[in-house]
């Protein structure tokens, strides 16, 4: 979820240097918001597995990949509506002219490069331990 908000930032970000229609950032929108939504129901069937047991079982795993395969579905299809809006080299060449009669503004894409690593790579790191807790107290339960 995390590398697909990031990206998410990104792409809306750079979309303003396309002349695009009402129609392109609605499908745009959609399609973002489709992989969102696709993410969310992954980690909710994910979550509520792995709550149901910590052992491994066949049918756990089947419902898990089918989860992930459908957000890699969503994904592709996102990745191809991106490419059939984004791919025109007047708008790269904008863009690439932009930062480069800009130069300062290198600066803060780099930092946000670095701040959207960080969020993608350790962010979860702070959540790790509530997960856990919540674990050991449907264990006390059971």
Same mark, same amino acid.
Request: net charge positive.
């Given at each position: 979820?995390?590398f697909?908000?990031?990206?998410?930032?990104?792409?809306?970000?750079?979309?303003?240097?396309?002349?695009?229609?009402?129609t392109?950032?609605?499908?745009?929108?959609?399609v973002?918001?489709?992989?969102?939504?696709?993410?969310?129901?992954?980690?909710a069937?994910e979550?509520l597995?792995?709550?149901c047991?910590?052992?491994y079982?066949?049918m756990i %795993?089947?419902?898990?990949?089918?989860a992930?395969?459908?957000?890699?579905?969503?994904?592709?299809?996102?990745?191809a509506?991106?490419?059939?809006?984004f791919?025109?080299?007047?708008?790269? %060449?904008?863009?690439?002219?932009?930062?480069?009669?800009?130069?300062?503004?290198i600066i803060?894409?780099a930092?946000?490069?670095?701040?959207?690593?960080?969020?993608?790579?350790?962010?979860?790191?702070?959540? %790790?331990n509530?997960n856990?807790?919540?674990?050991? %107290?449907?264990?006390?339960?059971?």
């Open positions: 979820m995390r697909h908000l990031v990206a998410a930032v990104y792409v809306l970000v750079f979309a303003n240097f396309y002349n695009m229609t009402k392109k950032w609605a499908l745009l929108v959609t973002i918001f489709l992989v969102m939504a696709a993410e969310a129901f992954n980690t069937i979550t597995c792995d709550y047991t910590k052992e079982h066949p %795993k089947s419902v898990k990949d089918a992930s395969g459908a957000v890699l579905l969503v994904s592709i299809g996102a990745a509506v991106g490419i059939i809006l791919w025109d080299i007047e708008a790269f %060449k904008r863009i690439i002219f932009y930062f480069a009669d800009n130069p300062l503004l803060p894409l930092l946000s490069v670095v701040v959207s690593l960080l969020f993608i790579c350790f962010f979860p790191r702070l959540f %790790k509530k856990l807790d919540i674990a050991q %107290k449907r264990d006390k339960i059971s």
